[in-house]
Structures are given as structure tokens and as C-alpha cells.
């Protein structure tokens, strides 16, 4: 995960994050070992678009998920 992350440039959190996306794959021969990446897949298409995206917040819909915050009309609460 640290070669993976110093040939890219990012961190292992962010290599990490990849993985559990399922964005990047990996496979690990037992839990806990180290993740098995292949050089490969580093320069796929969607690594580099998720890498690009990095710095911007995630932004998907949920049906049916209540907002953390509501809008208030301009004439304040009511």
C-alpha cells in the first residue's frame, strides 16, 4: 500500500480509501496481510478520475435520506 501510494503520489489513506471503494483492486491472502496490488491497475482510467476528484466531497443522493440541514425562508423561522 505504501509503494502504491508513493509511485502515485498520495497517501496510504487515500490508496486505502481506493480499496474500500472498490476503486482500486486489491487482494489480501489473509485478513489482516498486506493488500497485493498490481501495477496495472494504478494507471486505470478510474483511479486516475477518483484521484483527480480528491479534494471535492463526495456528493450522491440517497433516496430517502433526511438532510442534515434544513432551508430556512427568508423571512427567518417560523
Not at 509511485?7 to 480499496?19: C, D, E, K, P, Y
Not at 487482494?27 to 486516475?48: G, T, Y
Not at 476528484?53 to 430556512?72: A, L, S, T, Y
Amino acid at each position: 500500500m505504501s509503494e502504491a501510494a508513493k509511485q502515485l503520489g498520495v497517501t496510504s489513506h487515500a490508496i486505502r480509501r481506493l480499496i474500500n471503494d472498490r476503486i482500486l483492486p486489491a487482494e489480501q491472502v489473509m485478513p489482516d496481510a498486506p493488500w497485493q496490488i498490481r501495477a496495472s491497475d494504478l494507471r486505470s482510467e478510474a483511479v486516475a478520475a477518483a484521484l483527480t476528484r480528491k479534494h471535492r466531497p463526495c456528493r450522491n443522493d440517497v433516496e430517502g435520506q433526511i438532510p442534515m440541514f434544513i432551508e430556512v425562508s427568508e423571512g427567518g423561522a417560523q
